[in-house]
């Protein structure tokens, strides 16, 4: 396969904004969840993806993370506390050859796009990979629990069928501070997570990591960053203090799968 052809991108985003109505009502109805989706057109995501491949090419990875920009926020430094998050991944991967596959704005399209594009390409395989993804399915792409489930499953059944012997530790959509649809939807595919995915899937892991963004059950605008953002934003996206709280949360599970100590 060519360069040219390995980043033809398989339905741009610009595509789907040209879409006439009739379009998009076929490829909803074809589940977008499901598709791979380029955002090659889109120039900062595109200088990523690029070192992102040349880091896979040259390293070799134990631990990969992946994800939409929750997990991308893994690699801010400050200088303000609610977003110095840089420590507490050195803190808790630093020693463990780890990657950070976080694309922001990315839905579960575009992790397919990118696992089919060379972010499965290592050179052994990892022993982990920390999935995070689904909040932007109910954003930008307005994609519901229903249809995101199964572009969920499809994700960890690629990096299965790649890595048989790699285990996957899955997290449950974060609750946010968006709108009531957003809220419902989170929640019925946390759900629909719970109830079904582990099924026939003794490699992949399953934790909720919720209660790192509430308080008394509830989503808490403390413990989101969009608040401190000028202007501000709806709140998603976990502080550093909470996102410390989330690798606090799974460390037993993923120091377990690595067989080392807790860190």
């Given amino acids: 396969m060519t360069r040219s052809s390995r980043f033809r991108p398989v339905l741009a985003i610009t595509t789907l904004l040209a879409l006439s109505a009739p379009a998009i009502a076929s490829a909803a109805t074809a589940n977008l969840a499901v598709e791979q989706v380029s955002r090659m057109d889109i120039p900062w995501w595109h200088h990523r993806f690029a070192d992102k491949q040349a880091e896979i090419a040259n390293g070799q990875f134990d631990v990969v993370w992946l994800g939409d920009s929750i997990t991308q926020n893994w690699e801010r430094n400050g200088p303000e506390p609610w977003r110095d998050f840089a420590p507490v991944w ?41 999935l995070m993804i689904g909040a932007n399915n109910f954003g930008h792409v307005h994609i519901d629990a229903a249809h995101t489930y199964p572009g969920i499953t499809r994700i960890v059944d690629t990096i299965h069928a ?3 012997t790699t285990q996957v530790l899955l997290l449950k959509v974060l609750p946010s501070i968006r709108s009531p649809w957003i809220s419902a939807n989170t929640q019925q595919l946390n759900g629909m997570l719970e109830a079904d995915i582990r099924q026939s899937r003794p490699w992949l892991h399953l934790l909720d990591v919720g209660s790192a963004v509430e308080a008394n059950g509830a989503p808490d605008r403390t413990r989101f960053l969009d608040p401190h953002l000028t202007p501000p934003d709806p709140p998603l996206h976990p502080t550093a203090a909470a996102q410390q709280d989330i690798a606090r949360m799974i460390e037993p599970t993923v120091a377990a799968i690595l067989g080392d100590h807790r860190h």
């Fill in 90 to 130: 050195q803190h808790y991967y630093g020693d463990r050859h780890a990657i950070n596959l976080g694309f922001k704005g990315d839905s579960t399209c575009h992790v397919l796009w990118r696992l089919a594009h060379g972010e499965l390409d290592f050179r052994k395989p990892p022993r982990l990979f920390i």
């Fill in 162 to 164: 790649r890595f048989p």
